[in-house]
């Protein structure tokens, strides 16, 4: 049973009333305009607002509503929520992994007071808010295969520091204040039409890219990493699924989420049934496999199948038929 109940088009005069209105921050990154699509499809394309910093390409602007927001502008992202009745907040602006070792004092700025500012917003405008963890949320400390949903989480780097800080506090203001905090843990997502940009898993993206471009693969991860990873698509549907779970389900806030749990070269022999002459050299770059080297190699998600009925469709070999069809369509 869904809690929420379906947009019917535009004809129904009492839908709109039950359809929650959505608004995405960071909307222009990997996952926010998939995540649009697939709620837009639910709800009403006027009913979810993509939002970013940067200015939109024009087929995104022609799929519905985009607005500027900055998450460091408390003032910019209110004015946003009472303006349009935003009653569902999604929070994906981040600074990944790799890219925030780089830069540390930026991203603590927008992982950490960016999320304060949602917290606050989604606390007085009774809003239902959604933050993506990540794998990357646990340390050396943890325990690596798997690690399940509550354990020990001592991450090294300061995107792992700040998805702690905001499963804590998501937490902390469910418990204090009755804030609807939610908050799954995403492995590497692997999406053909968007990039990630600055992860540690990014190779699993880049790797289609090269496979049907050069034909040659440079890996900066050892050929025997593994680490847990997702098509975008099961990432969207657990996302969706996820905030639709009526809250009585819920008997955590915060849950790990997985699919697929793979290494460099076990998908590289994957890609090699469809593509045999694809050429990989192994190059690992001491941040990025440090990092890598500290997250969990498999995720334990049972309660996430236990409480609201998660379970993902793609294993590797569809993941890697359906990335190279992808790629294969639009070079076509
Ligand atoms: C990253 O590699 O930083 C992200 C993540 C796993 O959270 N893709």
């Not at 379906?6 to 359809?19: A, H, Q, R, T």
């Not at 902390?172 to 009755?178: E, Q, S, V």
Request: include cysteine; charge should be neutral.
């Amino acid at each position: 049973p869904r809690q929420i109940r379906c947009w019917k088009g535009p004809e129904s005069s009492d839908s709109l009333s039950d359809c929650p209105r959505v608004l995405i921050t960071g909307g222009l990154g990997q996952l926010g305009i998939g995540l649009a699509q697939m709620l837009r499809q639910q709800y009403g394309r006027e009913n979810v607002i993509l939002s970013d910093i940067k200015k939109p390409p024009a087929e995104v602007l022609d799929m519905g509503p985009f607005v500027y927001a900055d998450v460091l502008d408390y003032k910019n992202l209110r004015e946003l929520v009472v303006n349009n009745g935003i009653t569902w907040l999604v929070h994906y602006s981040a600074m990944l992994s790799a890219v925030g070792e780089t830069n540390v004092q930026l991203s603590r700025a927008i992982n950490i007071t960016g999320l304060h500012n949602v917290l606050d917003l989604a606390l007085d405008n009774s809003m239902r808010l959604f933050v993506p963890s990540t794998i990357g949320a646990f340390g050396p400390s943890s325990p690596r295969d798997p690690a399940p949903d509550l354990c020990i989480q001592r991450p090294r780097t300061i995107y792992g520091v700040s998805k702690v800080h905001a499963e804590l506090m998501g937490e902390y203001l469910h418990h204090k204040y009755g804030l609807d905090f939610r908050c799954l843990r995403y492995p590497g997502v692997i999406s053909a039409y968007t990039h990630p940009g600055g992860g540690t898993t990014d190779y699993a993206v880049q790797i289609f890219h090269d496979a049907l471009s050069t034909g040659h693969h440079e890996c900066y991860l050892h050929p025997k990493t593994r680490l847990p990873m997702m098509h975008i698509s099961d990432c969207h549907r657990a996302t969706v699924e996820f905030m639709q779970a009526p809250e009585c389900q819920l008997y955590l806030r915060t849950y790990n989420i997985a699919a697929i749990s793979f290494t460099p070269e076990e998908v590289v022999e994957e890609i090699r049934k469809h593509l045999p002459h694809l050429r990989v050299t192994y190059k690992p770059d001491p941040i990025r496999q440090n990092i890598a080297d500290s997250w969990p190699m498999r995720f334990d998600d049972s309660n996430a199948r236990r409480d609201w009925g998660w379970e993902p469709a793609f294993g590797l070999p569809e993941l890697v038929t359906d990335m190279l069809s992808h790629h294969r369509n639009r070079r076509a």
